[in-house]
């Protein structure tokens, strides 16, 4: 795990900093936010939270020392799984069918991050059985989630500036 260092080290700085700004963004146009129904935030906005998070935990927990192997399986596949059902839980495919988005939000908004957290569900079935690429699935997967996150939020930053000229 030493040459993963750099790398957690990154995402990790990412997943803190793009939490900051995305709060800024946020507490600059709170009205916008707020006349929103709770469900539309709570399916759009604060997801992006989630996967900004995702990407900092996770990686301050592979730079935590001697952490058992067995252990970052557990973490991942309980961390992961709850990640799905909170997925559920933000109903964002209903609010997507409700406000007739197109495909394309579909896909960054419900496709994309349910990838992203299946990767790393494997991923963290991979380290229970210890398989070698399970690392490069962690990474792949919050890589993804920035990804996500990055889009989202830029789509969610042209949207509310929109709504403040109607």
């Not at 916008?32 to 900092?56: H, K, Q, S």
């Not at 991979?126 to 939020?153: E, K, T, W």
Request: glycine content about 8%; proline content about 4%; hydrophobic content about 60%.
């Amino acid at each position: 795990m030493e040459s993963w260092h750099d790398f957690y080290v990154l995402v990790g700085t990412a997943g803190v900093t793009l939490t900051g700004l995305l709060f800024v963004v946020m507490t600059l146009r709170p009205r916008v936010a707020a006349e929103d129904r709770p469900t539309g935030v709570r399916a759009f906005i604060t997801p992006n939270i989630v996967y900004f998070t995702t990407a900092l935990v996770v990686s301050t927990v592979f730079l935590v020392p001697a952490l058992p192997v067995m252990l970052i399986g557990a973490f991942l596949s309980v961390g992961s799984a709850a990640s799905l059902g909170y997925l559920a839980y933000t109903r964002a495919h209903q609010r997507w069918r409700q406000s007739k988005l197109p495909l394309l939000d579909w896909i960054w908004f419900v496709g994309m991050p349910i990838a992203a957290f299946v990767v790393l569900l494997i991923s963290g079935i991979g380290f229970l059985l210890q398989a070698s690429l399970a690392m490069h699935g962690v990474a792949v997967a919050l890589i993804l989630l920035l990804v996500i996150g990055i889009r989202n939020a830029w789509d969610l930053v042209i949207w509310i500036s929109q709504q403040e000229h109607k």
